[in-house]
């Protein structure tokens, strides 16, 4: 198994640009997320997803879009970036969304910045 | 331990020591808590879990102790060795009750340096 996959590793975009970030896993998870993490802080919930249809916000959902149509992938868009979103964006997953003591399995990150 | 601010709190050891990182969670009602390693450039890496109902878990070199009464974790390395330098995270489950499904609140973190 590949685990979770993010791409791309690094992005640089301007302010008001629009991308899409990339994560997938072939461990037929049911739940993903997507965290952010800025320096010196520890990791934000941003958006996840119980299951392909469902999703649901997070601590710091402003800005940010998901969809989850299969169970494999979960894209994280932004809409409009802007310099406050320059961060280093991770996606997890775990097997079950029915325990919340399931391990969570991180990708290895994607670098944003907006200038 | 973790703090508010933008340095994250260090802790330099020389190897074979022991290593002891700190972590105040914030929410007396989590009742699951989780300790990340973090190397550089990668995703944090699951360490060692602990439900509210234990004091104390085990693994391999690794041991967490958790004091509810005084919002405390605290993770124990044995036998600290330089791979083991990176950033650990403490993170807990704000939701009791199975709800949040991995909702986690994580911790700021804490930079542990290993010296040969």
């Known amino acids: 198994n590949a685990g979770v996959t993010q791409t791309p590793k690094f992005q640089v975009l301007k302010t008001g640009q629009s991308m899409t970030l990339q994560c997938a896993q072939d461990m037929n998870h049911e739940y993903m997320s997507w965290y952010r993490q800025d320096p010196g802080m520890g990791l934000r919930l941003i958006h996840y997803?119980?299951?392909?249809?469902?999703?649901d916000q997070g601590e710091v959902p402003n800005g940010y879009n998901v969809s989850r149509s299969t169970t494999e992938d979960f894209p994280l868009r932004l809409l409009s970036a802007a310099p406050s979103q320059t961060s280093v964006y991770f996606c997890?997953?775990?097997?079950?969304?029915?325990?919340?003591?399931?391990?969570?399995?991180f990708g290895p990150g994607t670098r944003l910045t907006v200038l | 331990g973790e703090s508010v601010g933008l340095h994250l709190p260090t802790l330099s050891v020389q190897e074979g020591d022991n290593s002891i990182i700190n972590c105040a969670y914030s929410?007396?009602?989590?009742?699951?808590f989780i300790w990340y390693k973090q190397e550089s450039g990668k995703g944090p890496q699951f360490i060692i879990d602990?439900?509210?109902?234990?004091d104390k878990r085990q693994g391999q070199r690794v041991t967490v102790l958790l004091n509810k009464t005084v919002k405390h974790l605290s993770l124990q390395i044995a036998a600290t060795q330089p791979g083991d330098s990176a950033v650990y995270f403490c993170?807990?489950?704000?939701?009791?009750?199975?709800?949040?499904?991995?909702?986690?609140?994580f911790g700021q973190g804490t930079i542990l340096t290993v010296h040969p």
């Open positions: 929410n007396s009602a989590s009742d699951y």
């Open positions: 993170a807990e489950n704000p939701d009791a009750g199975g709800t949040s499904y991995g909702k986690l609140t």
């Open positions: 997803s119980v299951g392909a249809g469902i999703t």
């Open positions: 997890a997953s775990s097997l079950t969304s029915g325990s919340y003591t399931d391990t969570q399995y």
């Open positions: 602990i439900r509210s109902n234990m």
